[in-house]
C-alpha cells in the first residue's frame, strides 16, 4: 500500500460506513447465495463499492481518487474480511498502486480513472517473499510494442478482472505488462478454489502481440516489493476483520448453547482457549495496526512490518477459524453455517502471496541485515 | 564483591529531571549517567556472587538511581516523586534496557506495589511514612498474599487477624513471598471476619513490620537453586491499628489494585530487557554465523517469537497510552493480556535458547544474580521463566478471568 498524501479521513466514520454497507449487503446469508451460485464477482456489490468510493479511496486525486493512504485501504479490507464479501478489491487496489509508482502519464490517465470508478477491477501476478520467478517472456513486438508468451498462474481475483498486470521476464530483466483480458486470443480460465468468496484465474499466452505502452517504466523489483507489501497489510488486515468476527460468533454460541443442563461457556477447557484466541487476536490485531500506520508514514521499516503482519494475522485466523468450527460442534460442521466460510478464507489467506513460512524467512533475512 | 561504582572522581553531577521538558535532552541525559554509573564489569562481578554480595549491589544500585531522582520518578510528588509523564517513563526504561543496567528486583514492591496500594486507600500518614522510607532510607518490601493452600484462591486465605484494643493480632503463615528475607515491611493481607458470606468480604488490607515479635521468615528454595520466595510464619504478631490500610474488612478491593501494578508497568521494563535479549541474540548469531541460522525450523521459531516480541510491546504501549489518560487504573483488561502473553513467550524464548544450548545448556555454572531473563545462563533462564507463568495469579487463572470480565463467558 502506498502512503497516502492527504491527512486522511475520519477512520472511525470509513469503518462504520462500510460495515454498515456490508452488514447489509454481504451478510452471510448472501455471501452463502453468492458461493452457491459459483460467481466470480458479486456484481451489486461491486457496483455500490464503486458508488461509494471504496475503489477510489488511494488512487492520485487527478486520476478521480480519493489520494488517501494505507489507514484508509486497511480499513476497507479488514471490513471487506470481516464480512467475507466476495469483491476483487485486492487486485484492482494493486493495479492502481502499480500504475501510481511505475505507470507512465499516459498509463495512469488511460487506466487509474477507471480503475478508480470501479470500471475495472484488476489483477496481479502472484508474487512471493523471495521468489520472482515468472513463467511468461516479453519480446520486442511490432510497432514499439511487445510480444507475450507463456503462463500466468494463480491470478487472484484474475477470472474477475477487467485488466491484468503481470510479472514478466524481458531478456535479463523482469517487466510489469498491462494486459486486457477482452483481447483477441486472451483467455482467462477460472480456477475454483475451496474458498468460493474468491476465485484465481490462469492465463496463457501464445506470441500475444500488445501495443506500445503495455509495459511500465518504473524499476520492476521496486513495484514487486511495494505489491507485496501491500498485498501482506491487505491479507493481514482481512485475517483481522475475519478472525475477530468469526471469534464473535464463537463467543455467542458459546453463551447461549446448552449441553449438561449449562451454556457450554462455561466450561473451563473451553474458555481458556477463548482466552488464549482473545489474547493472540490483541497481539496481532496490535501489530497489522503498526504496520498499517509505518506504512501510512513511509516508515522504512514498513515492508518487514507488513510481512511480519501478513504471517502473524493469517496464522491467528486460521487458528481461531479452525478451532471456531470445533467449538461450533456439529452445526459447525455444516454448509448452513458461516464458520466453514471463515475457515476456508483463513485458510486460503495463508496461502496467499506466499505462506508463512515464506514470509517469516524474508522477515528474518531482513532483521538479519538490520542486525 | 566490594561495591564501588565506575565513577571516577571527576565525574560532573547529573540530573536528568532538570531537563524533563525535553524529551530529546532528558534521554541523553538519562544515557549519560548510566554510562558513568553502571559498571561495565558487573555482569562478571555478580555472577556467581553470594545472597549477601547480591543484596548490597541491589541496595547501592537503588541508591544510584535515588541520587539522580530515577528510583521514584513515576510517583506524584506530593509523596517524593517526580510526577513525571509515561513517556519520560518509558525513556528510562528503555535506556535502562539498553545499557544492561542492574534490574532493581529486590524493590519491586517497594516502588510498584506499595504505592499503588496507598493510592486512593492509605492515610496521609501511612503514605508520609513509608514512601518517605522507600526513599531516602531503601526499605525493601514485601507481599503477604499467598498461603500454603490458598495458592490461586487467594480469597480462601486463612491467616486471622483479631482487633484487640489498640492492635491487631496476627496468627496464619505466607508463602511465596519474594525477597521476604531481606523485607522490612510486608503488604498483608489478613481475615477479619471469617463469618462474612462472601469470602473476599472478610479481608483486611494491613501493613506489617517485618521485625516485629512473633514474626519468622524461613526461605525457600526454588528449582533454580536460588531461595528468592520466603515462607513468612506469624505467631500473635501485634500489628498498630494505624497500620491497617483502608478499612476493616476492604482489604480485597485494595488488593485488586496492588495486583493491577503488578501487571503493567513492571512488565514494560521486562520488555525493553526482552527486545535488547532478542536484538543481540540475533547480533552475536550474525557476528558468529551460528549454526542454527542456517536451520529452518531454528530460524522461524525465532522471527515467531521476535514478531510476539514487537507485538508484546505494542501492547504495552497502548496501555501506556492508556495510563496516560487514566495514570493509576489503566485498562482493566490489557495488563492481563501482557501478562500472559509476556510469561508464554518468555517461556517459549527461553526454551528455544536452552535448545540451541544443546549439551552445554545443562551443565551447572554460576549465575548472574539481578540479570532478569538474560543472565546468559539458558537452563536457570528457562526454570525462571515459570516465576511468570505461575506467579502474579496463574496463567490459568487469568485466563477464566479474561474469559468471564473480558468476554462474558458465563461462570
Not at chain 2, 338 to 351: C, D, G, N, P, Q
Request: net charge negative.
Amino acid at each position: 500500500m502506498s502512503d497516502g498524501h492527504s491527512d486522511g479521513m475520519d477512520l472511525e466514520a470509513l469503518r462504520d460506513g462500510v460495515r454498515a454497507v456490508l452488514t447489509e449487503q454481504a451478510s452471510h446469508e448472501k455471501v452463502a447465495a453468492f458461493t452457491n451460485a459459483e460467481g466470480v464477482r458479486d456484481e451489486p456489490l461491486w457496483s455500490q463499492a464503486a458508488e461509494l468510493g471504496w475503489l477510489a479511496l488511494s488512487a492520485d486525486e487527478a486520476h478521480g481518487g480519493l489520494g488517501l493512504g494505507s489507514s484508509e485501504l486497511a480499513i476497507v479490507y479488514e471490513e471487506l474480511g470481516r464480512a467475507l464479501a466476495p469483491l476483487p478489491v485486492l487486485g484492482t487496489m494493486l493495479v492502481v498502486e502499480a500504475l501510481a509508482r511505475g505507470g507512465d502519464a499516459a498509463q495512469q490517465a488511460a487506466w487509474t480513472p477507471r480503475l478508480a470508478a470501479g470500471e475495472l477491477a484488476g489483477a496481479v501476478s502472484m508474487l512471493t517473499p523471495g521468489d520472482r520467478t515468472t513463467r511468461l517472456t516479453l519480446s520486442a513486438g511490432a510497432d514499439g510494442g511487445v510480444t507475450l508468451d507463456g503462463v500466468a498462474a494463480d491470478l487472484l481475483d484474475g477470472a474477475a478482472a477487467d485488466i491484468l498486470l503481470l510479472l514478466a521476464r524481458e531478456g535479463e530483466g523482469l517487466s510489469w505488462v498491462l494486459v486486457e483480458p477482452a483481447l483477441d486470443g486472451v483467455v482467462v480460465e477460472k480456477v475454483a478454489t475451496v474458498d468460493r468468496t474468491r476465485r484465481l484465474g490462469e492465463v496463457r499466452f501464445d506470441r500475444l502481440a500488445l501495443p506500445a505502452g503495455r509495459v511500465l517504466m518504473g524499476d520492476a523489483g521496486q513495484i514487486a516489493d511495494a505489491l507485496l507489501a501491500h498485498a501482506a497489510l491487505a491479507l493481514a488486515s482481512d485475517a483481522r476483520g475475519g478472525a475477530n468476527a468469526v471469534f464473535e460468533i464463537t463467543l455467542d454460541y458459546l453463551k447461549t448453547r446448552e449441553q449438561f443442563g449449562k451454556p457450554i461457556g462455561s466450561f473451563q477447557a473451553l474458555k481458556h482457549r477463548c482466552a488464549d484466541h482473545k489474547i493472540a487476536l490483541v497481539a496481532s490485531g496490535a501489530l497489522v495496526a503498526e504496520a498499517v500506520a509505518r506504512m501510512a508514514s513511509g516508515d522504512p521499516a514498513a515492508g518487514r512490518y507488513a510481512l511480519a503482519a501478513k504471517a502473524l494475522a493469517t496464522e491467528v485466523y486460521a487458528r481461531v477459524a479452525q478451532d471456531a468450527v470445533q467449538l461450533h460442534g456439529g452445526i459447525g460442521y455444516t454448509w448452513e453455517h458461516p464458520c466453514h466460510l471463515y475457515l476456508k478464507r483463513a485458510k486460503l489467506n495463508e496461502q496467499l502471496f506466499g505462506g508463512p513460512a515464506a514470509y517469516l524467512d524474508r522477515v528474518t533475512d531482513l532483521l538479519l541485515a538490520a542486525a | 564483591m566490594s561495591v564501588q561504582t565506575a565513577t571516577s572522581p571527576t565525574t560532573r553531577r547529573f540530573d536528568p529531571l532538570a531537563c524533563k521538558d525535553d524529551l530529546d535532552a532528558f534521554r541523553a541525559e538519562v544515557r549519560a549517567w548510566l554510562e558513568a554509573v553502571v559498571p561495565a564489569d558487573w555482569h562478571a562481578r555478580m555472577t556467581g556472587a553470594s545472597e549477601a554480595d547480591y543484596v548490597a549491589f541491589q541496595r547501592w544500585w537503588f541508591a544510584e538511581m535515588g541520587k539522580v531522582g530515577l528510583a521514584t520518578p513515576h510517583w506524584p510528588r506530593d509523596w517524593g516523586g517526580a510526577d513525571i509523564g509515561i513517556r519520560h517513563q518509558v525513556i528510562i526504561f528503555e535506556e535502562i534496557a539498553r545499557a544492561q543496567a542492574p534490574n532493581p528486583d529486590m524493590f519491586v514492591i517497594s516502588l510498584y506495589h506499595l504505592p499503588a496500594t496507598l493510592f486512593g486507600n492509605g492515610s496521609k500518614a501511612q503514605r508520609d511514612r513509608y514512601l518517605t522510607g522507600v526513599k531516602e532510607r531503601g526499605e525493601v518490601w514485601c507481599q503477604g498474599f499467598s498461603e500454603p493452600g490458598s495458592g490461586s484462591d487467594l480469597a480462601s486465605l486463612r491467616t486471622r487477624a483479631e482487633r484487640k484494643g489498640d492492635v491487631y493480632v496476627i496468627n496464619g503463615q505466607k508463602v511465596w513471598s519474594s525477597y521476604g528475607a531481606f523485607a522490612d515491611y510486608c503488604l498483608l493481607l489478613a481475615r477479619t471476619d471469617p463469618t462474612a458470606p462472601k469470602k473476599q468480604a472478610g479481608i483486611s488490607y494491613f501493613i506489617l513490620n517485618m521485625k516485629a515479635p512473633g514474626v519468622t521468615v524461613r526461605p525457600i528454595r526454588q528449582a533454580t537453586g536460588q531461595a528468592e520466595f520466603c515462607e513468612i510464619f506469624l505467631d500473635n504478631v501485634e500489628i498498630p491499628v494505624a497500620d491497617l490500610i483502608g478499612e476493616e474488612n476492604a482489604g480485597w478491593a485494595i488488593a485488586q489494585s496492588t495486583l493491577s501494578a503488578e501487571r503493567g508497568l513492571i512488565i514494560f521494563e521486562l520488555s525493553e530487557r526482552m527486545a535488547r535479549t532478542l536484538d543481540a541474540d540475533l547480533a552475536e548469531a550474525k557476528r558468529t554465523d551460528a549454526a542454527w541460522l542456517k536451520d529452518d525450523e531454528a530460524r522461524r521459531a525465532f522471527t515467531r517469537a521476535y514478531n510476539d516480541m514487537v507485538a508484546l510491546r505494542l501492547m504495552i504501549r497502548a496501555l501506556m497510552q492508556e495510563i496516560e489518560t487514566d495514570p493509576h487504573m489503566g485498562s482493566t483488561t490489557m495488563p492481563t493480556y501482557i501478562k500472559v502473553h509476556f510469561s508464554e513467550l518468555l517461556r517459549r524464548y527461553t526454551e528455544f535458547r536452552l535448545k540451541l544450548g544443546g549439551l552445554a545448556g545443562q551443565l551447572r555454572q554460576p549465575i548472574v544474580l539481578g540479570g532478569g531473563h538474560q543472565t546468559g545462563n539458558v537452563m536457570h533462564d528457562f526454570l525462571l521463566s515459570y516465576a511468570w507463568t505461575i506467579s502474579g495469579g496463574a496463567n490459568e487463572i487469568l485466563k477464566t478471568m479474561i474469559a468471564e470480565r473480558a468476554l462474558g463467558l458465563p461462570r
